[in-house]
Nanobody, 115 residues
Framework: QVQLVESGGGLVQPGGSLRLSCAAS????????VGWYRQAPGKQRELVAR???????NYADSVKDRFTISKDYAKNMIYLHMKLLKPDDTAVYYC?????????WGQGTQVTVSS
């Protein structure tokens, strides 16, 4: 059973930074398909950033050059480094993993960008 536990969300002012963390059960490797999604009120869940099986990354256009996804193999952690945050980034952020032919999701962490 894959488990994902997010942390690091909170309230931040526009232009600020946050780092989200996701602790994954089981090992994380260079071929692990993992990432971050988000869901704002009244909107569908959308991809923020992900690692593909070959190690390449995909980012939503709205976060390119502001967000960076990373993995720590030794700690089985997935991170989302966010900078220059905007009010439109306000959402619940979910850690995600594709394994054994199915999706796994964390419980989500709230990020609110507001002055």
């Amino acid at each position: 059973q894959v488990q994902l536990v997010e942390s690091g969300g909170g309230l931040v002012q526009p232009g600020g930074s946050l780092r989200l963390s996701c602790a994954a059960s089981g090992s994380i490797s260079s071929i692990s398909v993992v990432g971050w999604y988000r869901q704002a009120p009244g909107k569908q869940r959308e991809l923020v950033a992900r690692f593909n099986a070959g190690g390449s990354t995909n980012y939503a256009d709205s976060v390119k050059d502001r967000f960076t996804i990373s993995k720590d193999y030794a700690k089985n952690m997935i991170y989302l480094h966010m900078k220059l945050l905007k009010p439109d980034d306000t959402a619940v952020y979910y850690c995600w993993r594709w394994s054994g032919g199915r999706d796994y999701w964390g419980q989500g962490t709230q990020v609110t960008v507001s002055s």
